[in-house]
């Protein structure tokens, strides 16, 4: 099989060596790590973070009593940037992920749902309970 001279990166290579890509991941890490605390605060207990399955991916599993949630955490530079930063289409993503993982973090008769927390500086977290409805 012939090389080729100048094979284009894969696309994990590519977002790898983007500067503007990194600092937003560095900025969703430190989101994500805030969001686990704030849960911690309210009695939550964090079973998992950034889960990934066929479906996508959820960034905390928590429980609380009987209780677990998928949620799905956004970080923004503005507290105004933060109403755009959720849809219907990522939150139907992140219900797929829940359903593929609840047999390994939900028990026999413990509720689930989805739910979001947004993050900007200089805000408390938002946490948005139980934000998907099919």
Do not use: C
Request: hydrophobic fraction near 40%; charge should be positive; aromatic fraction near 6%.
């Amino acid at each position: 099989m012939p090389r080729l001279n100048n094979p284009s990166p894969s696309p994990s290579r590519k977002r790898e060596g983007n500067p503007t890509r990194q600092a937003a991941e560095a900025s969703g890490r430190r989101g994500e790590r805030l969001a686990g605390w704030w849960l911690r605060l309210k009695g939550w207990r964090i079973l998992a973070r950034r889960v990934r399955t066929p479906a996508g991916e959820v960034d905390l599993v928590a429980k609380k009593g009987n209780l677990v949630a998928f949620v799905e955490v956004k970080t923004r530079k503005t507290a105004a940037e933060l109403d755009f930063a959720i849809d219907e289409r990522r939150l139907a993503r992140v219900a797929a992920a829940a359903e593929y993982l609840m047999p390994s973090y939900a028990d026999p008769g413990d509720d689930i749902r989805v739910d979001v927390i947004l993050i900007a500086p200089g805000t408390r977290p938002r946490h948005i309970e139980n934000a998907w409805l099919p």
